[in-house]
Nanobody, 123 residues
Framework: QVQLVESGGGLVQAGGSLGLSCAASGRTFSSYVMAWFRQAPGKEREFVAGISWSGSSRRYADSVKGRFAISRDNAKNTVYLQMNSLKPEDTAVYYC????????????????WGQGTQVTVSS
């Protein structure tokens, strides 16, 4: 069993920056792929970014490429999402998730989820 707790959400103006963290506990963190998803009101949960267990492989949704950066610290059992040049359309609840196996953007392939943290970008 893996427990995930996100933090760092909040309200920011368009063009601003925000950093999210997700702390994991339970099984060996370093063997898991970590990812961030988001869900806006009335929309499906979508992939934002993912990182392999070693950190050597990263993947981003086209909508956030060049603006967001995912990283992880296995010693701290934590994954991060740095969000820059934020836009109102980035407003959503952001979730971190883990899975064993290969890096994937498919939400149904992830086994454990955090409770989510709200990010609101004002225009």
């Amino acid at each position: 069993q893996v427990q995930l707790v996100e933090s760092g959400g909040g309200l920011v103006q368009a063009g601003g920056s925000l950093g999210l963290s997700c702390a994991a506990s339970g099984r060996t963190f370093s063997s898991y792929v970590m990812a961030w998803f988001r869900q806006a009101p009335g929309k499906e949960r979508e992939f934002v970014a993912g990182i392999s267990w070693s950190g050597s492989s990263r993947r981003y949704a086209d909508s956030v490429k060049g603006r967001f950066a995912i990283s992880r610290d296995n010693a701290k059992n934590t994954v991060y999402l740095q969000m820059n040049s934020l836009k109102p359309e980035d407003t959503a609840v952001y979730y971190c998730a883990v899975r064993s196996g290969l890096l994937s953007s498919r939400r149904y392939e992830y086994d454990y989820w955090g409770q989510g943290t709200q990010v609101t970008v004002s225009s």
